[in-house]
């Protein structure tokens, strides 16, 4: 019963590259989040999915895409890495309809941009 | 917006003192406030929720009481242990003006407990 299952946990890049975190989650929810979370700050959301196929922007959208081809996965693409993007990221997952507050949340991907 | 205002931290405490951290909240809908905790190098997990005005949600020791007519939600613990060293944020949802069941997030305190 792994939950939400975050890769890699730790990224270094260099400004200007590009990368994907992973996120997938066994429990069938419909509903995913990335949040990212700076220092002394609470969490922020990026991005956020309802089901497959939709996806709609957060508090924090810019510099960031998503994509949700299955229920289970629901990646998020750094195109053009900045330093403002140092941060840990956080992905999670709630049932839906009902219960839908509930969020099980990955362990997180601290992600250096220098 | 929706907003959470949680008091600042870091606290540290000695082991069996009495915890209160405090949260209000800024909402214009009826908002489901949560608390959840952080353990060093893991994610947020759920520690106890209030779905309208007088619930308590309680869990592991923990509670906290939803007063609308002070607009807050403080998370209280009789006996605190090291074991409760950990970031606490509080955070709600209001899905009737905000939709997905989005959670809107305090800024987080660090609780350290001294054996």
């Known amino acids: 019963n792994a939950g939400v299952t975050q890769t890699p946990k730790f990224r270094i890049l260099k400004i200007g590259q590009s990368m994907t975190l992973q996120c997938t989650q066994d429990?069938?929810?419909?509903?995913m989040y990335w949040y990212r979370q700076d220092p002394g700050m609470g969490l922020k959301l990026i991005y956020y999915?309802?089901?497959?196929?939709?996806?709609d922007k957060g508090e924090v959208p810019n510099g960031y895409n998503v994509s949700r081809s299955t229920t289970e996965d629901f990646p998020l693409r750094l195109e053009l890495a900045a330093p403002s993007q140092t941060s840990v990221y956080f992905c999670?997952?709630?049932?839906?309809?009902?219960?839908?507050?509930?969020?099980?949340f990955g362990a997180g991907s601290r992600l250096t941009v220098l | 917006g929706d907003s959470v205002t949680q008091m600042e931290g870091p606290v540290t405490l000695s082991e069996e003192a009495f915890l209160t951290i405090n949260c209000t909240y800024t909402?214009?809908?009826?908002?489901?406030l949560f608390w959840y905790v952080q353990y060093p190098g893991e994610g947020l997990q759920l520690l106890l929720k209030?779905?309208?005005?007088?619930d308590k949600g309680s869990n592991k020791g923990f509670e906290a009481t939803y007063r609308k007519e002070t607009t807050s939600f403080h998370l209280e613990k009789g006996s605190v242990q090291v074991s409760d060293s950990a970031v606490y944020f509080c955070?709600?949802?209001?899905?009737?003006?905000?939709?997905?069941?989005?959670?809107?997030f305090g800024q987080g305190t660090r609780l350290t407990i001294n054996p």
């Open positions: 999670a997952s709630s049932p839906g309809e009902f219960g839908a507050n509930v969020l099980t």
């Open positions: 429990m069938n929810h419909n509903y």
């Open positions: 999915s309802v089901g497959a196929g939709i996806t």
């Open positions: 909402a214009t809908g009826y908002p489901s």
């Open positions: 209030a779905t309208k005005a007088d």
């Open positions: 955070a709600l949802s209001d899905p009737f003006l905000q939709g997905a069941q989005k959670l809107v």
